[in-house]
């Protein structure tokens, strides 16, 4: 046995030579291996006041919304808040701007105090922050409306009462001088968040091949780990799976910025920058994460955006010296609505522009104006007189303000005249001009004075505002300038439209501040109806709407019209009905409800009693169903009073329940043109080309289909999907703040953040977003192909498919023009610096169709929908990633921007962890084999004992004996049985030779 050992011993490293042989023939791969491994392979600037002089911000406009109780603690909590905010602002800014002048608006419904002054220019509709109730159950989230593109102002910031005034609430977000300048670099310089927003990824390839966290400065250290702290799990991409957060050391030293990250990080102090600009460190922007503000700003860090913006570009306003950067605060009541009708009575509007003006003008009286509301009526030809000052208007005027509309149209257009005699009667007012508005309609353009340019400056230093309504190609097309100096909205009426009536309903809309009080258009249509025929129609009633459900029906001949409406259970409401009025004076027939209306399908059918064709207009309009409630609204704007292409103008268009998203309807829109043809728009609401956010309630789309120099009005039809349109309880229209996750409260705070969906079933609304105008005779016509395809921002790129070496890249396909149509051709780059492809991108190596595995580079899909490319790279693995990029061609050669950029890991990143169970069946064989040989010399060296043993017993020499051996039990011989028995004398010694060793 000892020399077993020693032999196992002395031949040990043999030994396990041939198990470590056997165990790498095992975990060679086939070529069947190989196979599966490589098979897992110039926008116009918010409405708001605000200015930025000497580094101060003045006219930044605080409005309170209507239906906040009365609490004087609140307005003590905005101007403690707000000074706060401004000191930081000012540090945050490199000393260059903080809140100078700051205007609060108090509800008409608080009580009187001699500290209040009148209202002059404010108003809700336009103000800077709006503090409001919350909508469903999203809670205090402050947030900033912005459906703009990067370095374009938001609409407004969203704060509520609870946010303001209770410290355990706001807490969970930050301290509210880093949240408030947050949401104001949404806001006023149009900045993106820093921070991976839902849906998402966390984590990234950075250039050097390493696994990074979303986040604008990398000098921010931390940790991964779940939302539970535990640790992360991690992908063959070596990314962490979608559970995994960065956890950041809070109270780490050797960053500051940025503030558009997470603003809750108490050592955050400014923004980060490209370069060194200010006095702060650890700040240096990190364009390759892709968060928003790199995605959307085409990796431009926060103050390369704020210099790019009026407030600091040309180096505007420079860093000052201030001791103390606090604003002053003017507080201003809000009064009741006082609007001054200012009606065209030229002779160009004689006929039937003159009856629709009438028409809608009584629906206004009748229906639309509030009880106490305040209207005054002005005419104007070659001069102008007041018909009407301002009434009260209530059940014992309403006669009296009808009889006052005008009847006859003759004369010159001295629109300058009518606005002048509309601007004495709002001075008539106890209150004053200021605050009040006034609408402006005509259809002519000016030939007599004073011109709109003579009273220009009165009207501007008046603080009103005043929409206009151009009827016809004609109007003056200094009509709009009235509305955008004053903050107002300007439309178009065709003759064959119902622009009228919507544009009334729109602008009593945009002035009331309660929204549960609004008032929805549920139908509006414009109807040729042939000699004797009918005319029959549909429309939806919801579960949201039904108080004060009316029917307006709009006739053009002296016969008139007789209508029938019939419920969805059945019920007939004819001319036989109480319901049922009709005023020949006007041309108007009505219809309203005295019950709430039924839910569900309503028809009304139209019978012309005339001999001649008749232009008849249809308006449907109704309120919440339960009083106190908010309904589903659509408001639209576009985003530009004037377009010369090849300027993106684009439609926004947002659907909610108060401030809540309503998500996954169908948004269309009808594009009245100058030529009078119509263009029809599908608007998205999926975060791709002009829409900026998805699902938040804000539906969007480019236009460009134009045709002709004027103007050119929107109506928008709003239609659910009754399976999958819903109200997204717990989500925001707009930006919200991010939430401190390490936050505690004093006391129990319920988290209302998370979303849920609640069906909206079926619904419809219409709603007229106004008019724009295009001003170039050579690029007006769309005649040109002046649109090249939009910019591509969610290309994404997977990691090197180690063994295929491979890399997937997915984006979603641009259009021909911008987003409508389709592209093309595709060129994509790749590269390995990522500073230089973002820098050049013709710098890049070219992909051709002989590196493309899967996608074709000719055959560009539909816009909208998903692109996939499997591109081949070189069979390297290292520390380092792909750079892509991506931009898109037309068919008249125009190249859209360049894409987000992309990285792909070049990193194995496999884990050890996925080969246990071959590891584990190499290291049995390995064993086996040692053992095996083990036992194969144990059993020699057995059998070599037994062979020396003999030997020593077998010294003699080799005898031969013949026998008898007794078979009998006995000694007796028996005959003819011998045995032959050798001895072979063996020296051990011999039998031990080398040669015969195993």
């Not at 406009?61 to 000012?90: C, G, H, W």
């Not at 201003?332 to 003008?361: C, F, H, I, P, W």
């Not at 544009?503 to 945009?510: Q, V």
């Not at 129609?537 to 108080?547: C, M, T």
Request: hydrophobic letters at 35%.
């Amino acid at each position: 046995m000892a020399s077993c050992i020693h032999f196992i011993s002395s031949n040990l490293p043999r030994i396990l030579l041939i198990g470590l042989y056997s165990f790498a023939i095992y975990l060679t791969p086939s070529s069947t291996a190989q196979s599966n491994d490589s098979g897992n392979s110039a926008q116009k600037d918010t409405r708001s006041l605000v200015t930025l002089q000497n580094n101060g911000y003045t006219n930044l406009v605080i409005a309170i919304n209507e239906r906040v109780p009365e609490d004087p603690n609140l307005i003590t909590r905005i101007k403690q808040i707000f000074e706060s905010t401004s000191k930081f602002l000012y540090k945050a800014t490199n000393q260059r701007a903080y809140f100078n002048d700051i205007r609060i608006i108090i509800p008409e419904s608080w009580s009187d105090s001699d500290t209040y002054q009148p209202i002059q220019n404010e108003r809700y509709d336009i103000s800077d922050v709006r503090i409001d109730l919350p909508s469903d159950n999203f809670g205090d989230l402050p947030y900033t409306n912005k459906p703009t593109p990067c370095g374009v102002p938001g609409l407004y910031i969203h704060l509520t009462p609870n946010y303001l005034t209770d410290d355990d609430i706001a807490g969970k977000f930050g301290d509210y001088d880093r949240v408030l300048v947050h949401e104001w670099g949404h806001y006023r310089w149009g900045v993106f968040d820093e921070y991976p927003l839902p849906g998402m990824s966390h984590f990234y390839a950075a250039s050097n091949g390493d696994i990074e966290a979303v986040r604008c400065v990398l000098a921010i250290p931390g940790v991964p780990a779940t939302e539970a702290g535990e640790a992360c799990r991690y992908n063959n991409n070596g990314l962490p799976d979608a559970n995994c957060r960065f956890v950041d050391d809070r109270f780490a030293d050797g960053y500051t910025g940025s503030l558009m990250y997470k603003q809750f990080l108490p050592r955050i102090t400014t923004f980060c920058e490209a370069d060194p600009i200010g006095p702060y460190v650890g700040n240096v922007h990190n364009r390759e994460a892709p968060n928003r503000q790199n995605i959307l700003c085409d990796g431009r860090s926060i103050w390369e955006v704020l210099l790019d913006h009026v407030d600091f570009k040309d180096n505007a306003n420079p860093p000052s010296d201030m001791e103390d950067p606090l604003p002053t605060f003017t507080l201003v009541k809000k009064y009741n609505t006082r609007l001054v009708l200012v009606l065209d009575m030229s002779g160009s509007m004689e006929g039937e522009r003159l009856r629709q003006l009438r028409q809608a003008a009584s629906n206004l009286i009748l229906n639309i104006l509030r009880d106490g509301e305040e209207l005054g009526i002005v005419s104007f030809s070659g001069g102008s007189r007041i018909l009407a000052y301002l009434t009260v208007v209530g059940d014992d005027t309403k006669d009296d303000l009808l009889n006052k509309l005008p009847s006859r149209a003759d004369g010159a257009t001295s629109i300058g005249a009518g606005v002048a005699r509309g601007l004495e009667v709002l001075k008539s007012s106890s209150n004053g001009v200021a605050g009040g508005r006034m609408l402006v309609i005509t259809d002519g353009d000016e030939n007599t004075a004073p011109y709109i340019a003579d009273i220009l400056n009165n009207v501007k230093a008046s603080g009103i505002r005043i929409d206009t309504i151009a009827i016809g190609t004609e109007a003056s097309q200094e009509l709009e300038v009235l509305a955008a100096v004053t903050g107002g909205t300007s439309y178009y009426h065709t003759n064959t439209s119902n622009t009228l009536n919507e544009a009334f309903g729109e602008l009593t809309r945009n002035s009331q501040d309660d929204s549960t009080k609004v008032t929805v258009d549920l139908y509006s249509k414009s109807v040729d109806i042939a000699p004797a025929a009918r005319y029959q129609d549909i429309f939806l009633v919801d579960s949201n709407i039904g108080r004060n459900t009316q029917f307006n029906f709009g006739y053009s001949l002296d016969e008139g019209v007789d209508v029938i409406v019939t419920s969805p259970s059945g019920s007939i409401i004819d001319k036989s009905s109480a319901e049922y009025s009709k005023d020949d004076r006007f041309g108007s027939l009505q219809i309203k409800l005295e019950e709430i209306a039924e839910v569900g399908e309503w028809k009304f059918e139209i019978e012309n009693l005339a001999s001649e064709e008749q232009l008849v207009t249809v308006t449907v309009q109704s309120q919440s169903r339960e009083e106190g409630d908010e309904p589903i609204v659509t408001n639209a704007r576009w985003g530009l009073d004037d377009v010369t292409p090849p300027d993106n103008q684009m439609l926004y268009v947002t659907v909610a329940k108060g401030y809540t998203p309503v998500i996954n309807t169908q948004v269309e829109a009808s594009v009245a043109m100058p030529s009078g043809d119509d263009v029809r728009l599908v608007l998205e609401d999926n975060g791709i080309g002009a829409d900026i956010t998805s699902n938040d309630g804000i539906y969007s789309t480019f236009f460009t289909e134009f045709g002709g120099i004027g103007r050119y009005s929107v109506q928008v039809n709003v239609q659910s999907d009754a399976s999958n349109t819903y109200i997204a309880s717990g989500s925001i229209v707009g930006i919200g703040a991010v939430v401190d996750p390490d936050f505690v409260s004093s006391k129990q705070v319920e988290d209302n953040t998370q979303t849920r969906h609640v069906s909206t079933g079926v619904f419809q609304r219409i709603t007229n977003g106004g008019s724009f105008t295009c001003n170039s005779q050579d690029d007006c016509t769309g005649t040109k192909d002046i649109y090249p395809p939009s910019r591509i921002t969610d290309l994404v790129a997977d990691s090197v498919h180690i063994g295929s070496f491979t890399v997937e890249i997915t984006f979603t396909a641009p259009g021909d023009d911008l987003t409508n149509g389709k592209a093309t051709y595709y060129e994509i780059r790749m590269g390995t610096n990522f500073t230089q492809l973002y820098e050049d991108f013709a710098a890049g190596d070219n992909i051709t169709e002989l590196h493309l595995v899967e996608g074709d580079l000719a055959t560009p899909k539909p816009s909208g929908s998903r692109e996939l490319f499997v591109i081949k790279v070189p069979e390297i693995i290292g520390d380092f990633s792909y750079v892509f990029a991506v931009v898109a061609f037309d068919d008249g050669g125009n190249q859209s921007p360049r894409s987000n950029l992309a990285t792909s890991t070049a990193r194995d990143y496999r884990k050890p962890v996925s080969y246990l169970l071959p590891v584990l069946v190499g290291v049995g064989l390995f064993v086996l084999v040692v053992l095996l040989i083990i036992c194969i010399v144990f059993i020699a060296c057995r059998r070599s004992k037994r062979t020396e043993e003999d030997v020593e017993r077998s010294k003699t020499k080799t005898k031969v004996v013949t026998t008898s051996l007794p078979d009998n039990g006995n000694d007796t011989p028996k005959p003819g049985v011998n045995v032959r028995m050798q001895v072979e004398f063996m020296e051990k010694q011999a039998f031990l030779q080398p040669d015969h060793a195993v």
